[in-house]
């Protein structure tokens, strides 16, 4: 566990261990577990607007034309798709 030393104003100060004191904490604890609150709360956020930009991508794939690769109702063999045209 790593020390960091932070600075508050007189105001921030007794508001923080304040509300420290009523939950029972140290305003270490407090201030920590503010800190780990927001950090995790950055991380989920960013990792749920990641997986929406992967499923928007996806629908975008899945809303875009079809490709018609049937000729006269079969599908083409491996020489007739690789055939150069």
Same mark, same amino acid.
């Given at each position: 566990?790593?020390? $960091?030393? !932070?600075? $508050?104003?007189?105001?921030? =100060?007794? %508001?923080?261990?304040?509300?420290? @004191?009523?939950?029972? !904490?140290?305003m #270490?604890?407090?201030?920590?577990? %503010?800190?780990?609150?927001?950090? =995790?709360?950055s991380?989920?956020?960013?990792?749920?607007?990641? +997986?929406?930009?992967? %499923?928007? @991508?996806l629908? +975008?794939v899945?809303?875009?034309?079809? %490709?018609? !690769? #049937?000729?006269?109702?079969?599908?083409?063999?491996?020489?007739? +798709?690789?055939?150069r +045209?």
């Amino acid at each position: 566990m790593k020390n $960091l030393t !932070i600075s $508050l104003d007189d105001e921030t =100060h007794q %508001l923080s261990r304040v509300q420290a @004191a009523a939950k029972g !904490i140290s305003m #270490s604890r407090f201030i920590a577990d %503010l800190v780990r609150e927001r950090t =995790h709360a950055s991380t989920e956020a960013d990792a749920a607007a990641e +997986r929406q930009r992967r %499923l928007d @991508a996806l629908q +975008r794939v899945f809303d875009a034309p079809k %490709l018609q !690769i #049937s000729e006269n109702g079969r599908m083409p063999n491996s020489d007739e +798709r690789n055939a150069r +045209r």
